[in-house]
């Protein structure tokens, strides 16, 4: 859902915005803990090369140049318990 207002989420799944904006936070603040930030965000090195793709692309490299990584596309691993696993299949 990202680039919709909070109004346009609630509507979507028939929640209040104040429903939307409390667990919003929560998962924000959950992303951003010490526990997941250090196990699995990684950062590059200061001198690991820029992808080819943007670096040979005059229509991307010019605005991310100066990018130190980017959250869309990655996976998180995740296995849930037996109990859970049928819940949790096809899910994002």
Same mark, same amino acid.
């Given at each position: ?19 939307? +904006? ?11 803990? #010490? $526990?997941?930030? +250090?196990?699995? &965000?990684?950062?590059?090195? +200061? $001198? !690991?090369?820029?992808?080819?793709? &943007? ?9 991310? !140049? $100066?990018?130190?990584? !980017? ?6 691993a995740c296995t849930p318990s037996s109990e859970?696993? $049928?819940?949790?299949?096809? #899910?994002?």
């Amino acid at each position: 859902v990202t680039g919709l207002s909070i109004r346009h989420v609630g509507e979507c799944f028939q929640r209040s915005n104040g429903t939307i +904006s409390k667990y919003f936070k929560k998962i924000l603040f959950a992303f951003s803990s #010490r $526990d997941i930030y +250090s196990k699995y &965000i990684q950062l590059p090195h +200061s $001198d !690991a090369p820029v992808h080819p793709t &943007i670096r040979n692309n005059p229509k991307f490299f010019p605005f991310f !140049a $100066d990018a130190i990584g !980017a959250i869309d596309g990655t996976h998180i691993a995740c296995t849930p318990s037996s109990e859970e696993r $049928d819940a949790m299949r096809n #899910r994002k």
